[in-house]
């Protein structure tokens, strides 16, 4: 198998692949890894490795991880500054009820539409930030699809890159995120409003509609 990076902040090591069993340890965030097995469901992946001194082995939940060396797409392997910022968020969710997370109330103030409660739709709110911090001039806007107007589209996704999806069948609809990997006909995206949160997701290949990248 190929070597992958984590891009969690902490990747818990578990006896068994499942979010329940036992933790024998924890990788940092940059952390390289070379799986030599994986779960019968393929979400998980198992590791040996050397936790400061100590070999430790186990499952990894194959989310939060991303190719040391993609294979597919134009330009280089690193990851842009933008996709670590996005990393970086892992995890800011929605608060239930009446309440709104600041953290995505700021998401909101990058786009024209400046929402002010976190149940509005924030996965362009999310992309526009991460660009914005990277420096970088994103859509502007609140609507997924409006990062198809946005930059140069590529023939084949790069790492980090913005990617645009369909959502049901109407053509207003749609969710943007950043590229982590492929396969077997579907695609990790690292976005945000993926169950409400800041996470890695897997979404159907067919819903991808363009792969975008900043103009030069």
């Known amino acids: 198998m190929s070597r992958f990076r ?24 940059g952390a390289l890894v070379e799986p030599i097995d994986v779960s019968p469901d393929e979400k998980w992946f198992f590791i040996q490795t050397n936790l400061g001194g ?11 991880l991303i190719p040391d060396q993609p294979s597919t797409g134009p330009g280089p392997s690193e990851a842009p500054r933008w996709f670590e910022i996005a990393t970086g968020e892992i995890g800011v969710e929605e608060i239930p009820g009446a309440g709104n997370n600041p953290r995505i109330l700021e998401y909101h103030q990058a786009t024209t539409l400046k929402a002010t409660q976190d149940s509005v739709a924030w996965c362009s709110s999310f992309v526009n930030w991460c660009m914005k911090q990277a420096g970088v001039t994103g859509s502007g806007s609140a ?37 982590v990997g492929d396969g077997g006909g579907s695609i990790r995206l690292l976005g945000g409003n993926q169950s409400d949160q800041v996470k890695v ?13 900043p103009a030069a």
Not at 148 to 168: E, F, H, Q, T, Y
């Open 201 to 213: 997701s897997s979404f159907p290949i067919t819903m991808v509609l363009s792969y975008r990248w």
């Open 54 to 64: 100590r070999a430790v082995e186990g499952w990894v939940f194959k989310d939060y």
């Open 6 to 29: 984590v891009i969690a902040s902490s990747l818990r090591i578990r006896q068994q692949p499942n979010t329940n069993s036992q933790i024998n340890g924890n990788l940092d965030r």
């Open 143 to 179: 609507a997924a699809r409006s990062w198809l107007n946005w930059g140069m589209k590529l023939d084949a996704p790069r790492n980090g890159c913005v990617v645009v999806l369909r959502r049901g069948d109407n053509p207003n609809n749609g969710h943007v995120a950043f590229f």
